[in-house]
């Protein structure tokens, strides 16, 4: 299958790993910064592999290479740009979160996919994490009974050197703040697994310390589920000195399950009413990551190549970007206006933020 990635930052090199890991036919990188893309070659010993074309521009390389699948791993505030574009010449697309920063563009992918018969995925590869997968597993078994509560905390640390990396961090149009870049993946998680429906939520964000950004480096939010449970979500890159925890708590009738590490990728808790045999396995789980993006990348690929080969829908579709954007900006509405918001939200978008934290 020939694959081409479109971004070459910080994130691109799993997706790299994910091509070379799945067999695809690496067949075009493309940044606006060729230095950029050279580097992210060298340090997968591809720099003198030159079956990989190298663009500049991704129209160019999407009608003269026509691949059958594209990695967009570009600054967030092109990615619903770059995936409609894609979109509508037939290619199917993996978009790395978010996969838009409004929701017209949200629903828009969405729609238009669905329209022309193209496979999206949302690159919320920590879905795949086998502590997640184990605890979605007795979710759908009903071994939880019914739900009452959860919550998500992301408390991670990021300082002015990794902002100085890219300019587009940070910023209302390109990025959002700590939720949207951060802590979206928890936010995925703990929307999926409370059945999606959300019908309100109240939120608070702040700007602590980060005060050469445009957006937040806190947040926290209460959210209100159509099924009746209620979460918190916490966020924040403020973590001193270095980041701590990603994790997710679920709290049912018959069951009470904690997903620690630091992405989501432990089980610290995992106490079910009817016991198993294979409980044990899952009590103490630890799954070794070599960063906080996990090891989720490579099966997402593995994911979306199984469903193009097999014309479904991928595990993780672009319905799944949709509701963990609209839950982060919902976060950020009831911020700017001061009170609950209701859901589905049709018309917000992170820009509508500017000003926020302007001192």
């Given at each position: 299958?020939?694959?081409?990635?479109?971004?070459?930052?910080r994130i691109a090199t799993n997706h790299v790993k994910a091509v070379l890991n799945n067999g695809l036919e690496f067949a075009a990188v493309c940044d606006v910064d060729q230095q950029q893309m050279e580097s992210l070659l060298?340090?997968?010993?591809?720099?003198?592999?030159?079956?990989?074309?190298?663009?500049?521009?991704?129209?160019?390389?999407?009608?003269?290479?026509?691949?059958?699948?594209?990695?967009?791993?570009?600054?967030?505030?092109?990615?619903?740009?770059?995936?409609?574009?894609?979109?509508?010449?037939?290619?199917?697309?993996?978009?790395?979160?978010?996969?838009?920063?409004?929701?017209?563009?949200?629903?828009?992918?969405?729609?238009?996919?669905?329209?022309?018969?193209?496979?999206?995925?949302?690159?919320?590869?920590?879905?795949?994490?086998?502590?997640?997968?184990?605890?979605?597993?007795?979710?759908?078994?009903?071994?939880?009974?019914?739900?009452?509560?959860?919550?998500?905390?992301?408390?991670?640390?990021?300082?002015?050197?990794?902002?100085?990396?890219?300019?587009?961090?940070?910023?209302?149009?390109?990025?959002?703040?700590?939720?949207?870049?951060?802590?979206?993946?928890?936010?995925?998680?703990?929307?999926?697994?409370?059945?999606?429906?959300?019908?309100?939520?109240?939120?608070?964000?702040?700007?602590?310390?980060?005060?050469?950004?445009?957006?937040?480096?806190?947040?926290?939010?209460?959210?209100?589920?159509?099924?009746?449970?209620?979460?918190?979500?916490?966020?924040?890159?403020?973590?001193?000195?270095?980041?701590?925890?990603?994790?997710?708590?679920?709290?049912?009738?018959?069951?009470?399950?904690?997903?620690?590490?630091?992405?989501?990728?432990?089980?610290?808790?995992?106490?079910?009413?009817?016991?198993?045999?294979?409980?044990?396995?899952?009590?103490?789980?630890?799954?070794?990551?070599?960063?906080?993006?996990?090891?989720?990348?490579?099966?997402?690929?593995?994911?979306?190549?199984?469903?193009?080969?097999?014309?479904?829908?991928?595990?993780?579709?672009?319905?799944?970007?949709?509701?963990?954007?609209?839950?982060?900006?919902?976060?950020?509405?009831?911020?700017?206006?001061?009170?609950?918001?209701?859901?589905?939200?049709?018309?917000?978008?992170?820009?509508?933020?500017?000003?926020?934290?302007?001192?």
């Open positions: 299958m020939k694959y081409a990635l479109i971004g070459c930052g060298a340090k997968h010993g591809l720099e003198k592999d030159h079956s990989i074309a190298r663009y500049t521009d991704y129209r160019k390389m999407v009608e003269e290479v026509q691949p059958e699948l594209v990695g967009i791993a570009t600054e967030s505030g092109v990615h619903a740009q770059i995936a409609l574009y894609c979109i509508d010449h037939g290619v199917n697309c993996i978009i790395e979160k978010p996969i838009a920063m409004s929701m017209k563009d949200a629903d828009e992918i969405v729609r238009r996919s669905e329209e022309k018969g193209v496979k999206v995925s949302a690159c919320h590869q920590n879905r795949f994490n086998i502590a997640v997968q184990e605890t979605r597993k007795a979710l759908e078994a009903g071994r939880f009974g019914k739900l009452s509560h959860g919550s998500v905390h992301v408390r991670w640390n990021r300082n002015k050197s990794y902002y100085d990396q890219a300019p587009w961090r940070g910023r209302w149009a390109s990025d959002g703040g700590a939720l949207m870049n951060q802590c979206i993946h928890g936010i995925d998680l703990l929307r999926w697994m409370f059945g999606d429906e959300v019908e309100e939520v109240y939120g608070q964000t702040r700007q602590q310390f980060h005060h050469y950004l445009e957006a937040e480096d806190v947040g926290m939010a209460v959210v209100k589920f159509k099924n009746g449970a209620i979460a918190t979500i916490e966020g924040t890159t403020n973590v001193y000195p270095q980041n701590l925890e990603e994790t997710l708590y679920i709290f049912g009738e018959k069951g009470t399950v904690k997903i620690g590490g630091k992405s989501t990728n432990n089980i610290d808790v995992w106490d079910f009413a009817d016991e198993e045999a294979r409980d044990d396995a899952n009590k103490g789980l630890k799954e070794a990551t070599s960063n906080v993006y996990g090891n989720g990348h490579t099966s997402l690929y593995a994911d979306m190549i199984d469903a193009i080969e097999h014309d479904r829908k991928p595990y993780v579709d672009p319905v799944a970007g949709r509701n963990a954007l609209e839950l982060v900006l919902a976060i950020y509405k009831s911020q700017k206006e001061g009170v609950p918001v209701k859901l589905p939200l049709k018309d917000f978008e992170s820009t509508d933020m500017a000003g926020e934290f302007d001192v």
